[in-house]
Antibody, heavy 123, light 110 residues
């Protein structure tokens, strides 16, 4: 069974750093892309970026580039989302999702999702 | 950037009704369009990929159509368990490559 298991909820203060994780199992981790998707309270889905675990190629959303860092450790089948300095506006639910992405076709859809990590940033 | 316009933003329908949600892309995206269902407090679930392919395990009352710039998600006979928010999503492979979700359609039972 394909599973993406995310790290637990976090409560942080503005200016603090944070890394959340997403561990894949039940499939070949290095042959599917992993994306991060943000959902702010009461709002829709927003794509943040996507990484390919085999070679760590990463594509960021232009609106979020520089605000977060996406990384992956394929030796432990885990992807990460990192903030160096959190803001109150980073308060949201964050999902990782497995993606079939074919740049040539083109095609990219998310067929398996993590359970979500709630990040709350408040002073 | 490709912009996605999803409509309506909310919709009320009766059990058994045929429901249609549309998504329009600002540029031709071929058939690179997917549909998701999200229930409150849950992660999204893939329903339709590449415009018209039904994801394994999804009931056959869900279907997708369209290509180019105009796409449709149809529920042929609305069931109570279909109450959710629905999102379209596209992939643009022209640099800078990116992925965009529609604004969402909240579906309620009348």
């Amino acid at each position: 069974e394909v599973q993406l298991v995310q790290s637990g909820a976090e409560v942080k203060k503005p200016g603090e750093s944070l890394t959340i994780s997403c561990k894949g199992s039940g499939y070949s981790f290095t042959t599917y892309w992993i994306a991060w998707v943000r959902q702010m309270p009461g709002k829709g889905l927003e794509w943040m970026g996507i990484t390919y675990p085999d070679d760590s190629e990463t594509i960021y959303s232009p609106s979020l580039q520089g605000q977060v860092t996406i990384s992956v450790d394929k030796s432990i089948n885990t992807a990460y989302l990192h903030w160096s300095s959190l803001k109150a506006s980073d308060t949201a639910m964050y999902y990782c999702a497995r993606s079939h992405l074919d740049i040539v076709v083109p095609s990219a859809h998310f067929d398996s999702w993590g359970q979500g990590t709630l990040v709350t940033v408040s002073s | 950037d490709i912009q996605m316009t999803q409509s309506p933003s909310s919709l009320s329908a009766s059990v058994g009704d045929r429901v249609t949600i549309t998504c329009q892309a600002s540029h031709d995206i071929s058939n690179s369009l997917n549909w998701y269902q999200q229930k409150p407090g849950k992660a999204p679930k893939l329903l339709i990929y590449d415009a018209s392919n039904l994801e394994t395990g999804v009931p056959s009352r869900f279907s997708g159509s369209g290509s180019g710039t105009d796409f449709t998600l149809t529920i042929s006979s609305l069931q109570p368990e279909d109450i959710a928010t629905y999102y379209c999503q596209q992939f643009d492979n022209v640099p800078p490559r990116g992925i965009t979700f529609g604004q969402g359609t909240r579906l309620d039972i009348k």
